[in-house]
């Protein structure tokens, strides 16, 4: 799917053009010029939540093509949770890059639906490398394969496409399984936790009904991406 973004230049501070109601933002990288923006705040956030940051966008400013960018960050009103700046970096279609995509899980587990097992998610996203062109928006694992509580997804078993390679986690890392019912305590436990914890932890727990669960230290979850040639630059206020 295309997707288009469309942009004029900024000549102001970010805090006065958020003040005339447009959401500023900065495009930066594959060799050329920072460049301050103002984007509409409803055409940003219509393509943001279709286009994620694992799709390539075309950019135009001021009515002419600039080429394809990526949504590198989004930076959010703590209160009223709106985008307050974005950074869009700039890709060069013949350069291998490195960008974070999506797991989208589908189907359903027999291990959840027939022994009444549950589902624990470690992995939301992973790290690829690939040239712009073989980028993806997301990487589909289907949960139908999960039927005992042994089965399991780890990175080296996702599927993927042609020209598409993981490289943050590393290939042995779990990704999702299901393990037995868990009881109101160690669901809490989970919650409090966060999402991304260590399922073998919560399984060695199980075993020992009788003790306290050792909460156990989240995996890593790599999401920052490797850095670019060019430094980053400054967030325009």
């Not at 050792?214 to 995996?219: F, Y």
């Given at each position: 799917?295309?997707?288009?973004?469309q942009?004029?230049?900024?000549?102001?501070?970010?805090?006065?053009?958020?003040?005339?109601?447009?959401?500023?933002?900065?495009?930066y990288?594959a060799?050329n010029?920072?460049?301050?923006?103002?984007l509409?705040y409803?055409?940003f956030?219509?393509l943001y939540k279709?286009a994620g940051?694992s799709?390539?966008i075309?950019?135009e400013?001021?009515?002419?093509?600039?080429g394809k960018?990526?949504?590198?960050?989004?930076?959010?009103?703590?209160v009223?949770?709106?985008?307050?700046?974005?950074?869009?970096r700039?890709?060069?279609m013949?350069?291998?890059?490195?960008?974070?995509?999506?797991l989208?899980?589908?189907?359903?587990?027999?291990?959840?639906?027939?022994?009444g097992?549950?589902?624990?998610?470690?992995?939301?996203?992973?790290?690829?490398?690939?040239?712009?062109?073989?980028?993806?928006?997301?990487i589909?694992?289907?949960?139908?394969g999960?039927?005992?509580f042994?089965?399991?997804?780890k990175?080296k078993?996702?599927?993927?496409?042609?020209?598409?390679?993981?490289i943050t986690?590393?290939?042995?890392?779990?990704?999702?399984?299901?393990i037995?019912?868990?009881?109101?305590e160690?669901?809490?436990?989970?919650?409090?936790?966060?999402?991304?914890?260590?399922?073998?932890k919560?399984?060695?727990a199980?075993?020992?009904?009788?003790?306290?669960?050792?909460?156990?230290?989240?995996?890593?979850?790599?999401?920052a991406?490797?850095?670019e040639?060019?430094?980053?630059?400054?967030?325009?206020?």
């Open positions: 799917m295309a997707y288009l973004l942009a004029v230049t900024r000549t102001i501070k970010g805090a006065k053009s958020r003040e005339e109601g447009k959401l500023p933002a900065v495009t990288g060799g010029e920072t460049v301050s923006l103002d509409n409803a055409d956030l219509k279709q940051d799709s390539l075309d950019l400013i001021d009515g002419k093509g600039v960018v990526l949504v590198h960050e989004v930076q959010y009103n703590p009223k949770d709106t985008p307050t700046h974005v950074d869009l700039r890709i060069d013949n350069k291998v890059m490195h960008a974070p995509v999506v989208h899980f589908i189907g359903e587990s027999p291990a959840v639906k027939a022994l097992g549950t589902l624990v998610q470690n992995l939301s996203q992973v790290i690829v490398e690939c040239l712009p062109k073989d980028l993806v928006s997301f589909e694992i289907d949960l139908s999960l039927k005992t042994e089965d399991m997804v990175v078993d996702l599927v993927l496409t042609p020209g598409l390679k993981v986690p590393h290939g042995d890392a779990l990704v999702v399984k299901v037995p019912a868990m009881t109101e160690e669901i809490k436990a989970m919650e409090e936790a966060g999402k991304d914890m260590d399922v073998s919560i399984e060695s199980k075993k020992k009904e009788e003790e306290t669960p050792v909460e156990g230290e989240a995996p890593a979850v790599a999401t991406e490797k850095k040639e060019e430094k980053k630059p400054a967030e325009k206020k």
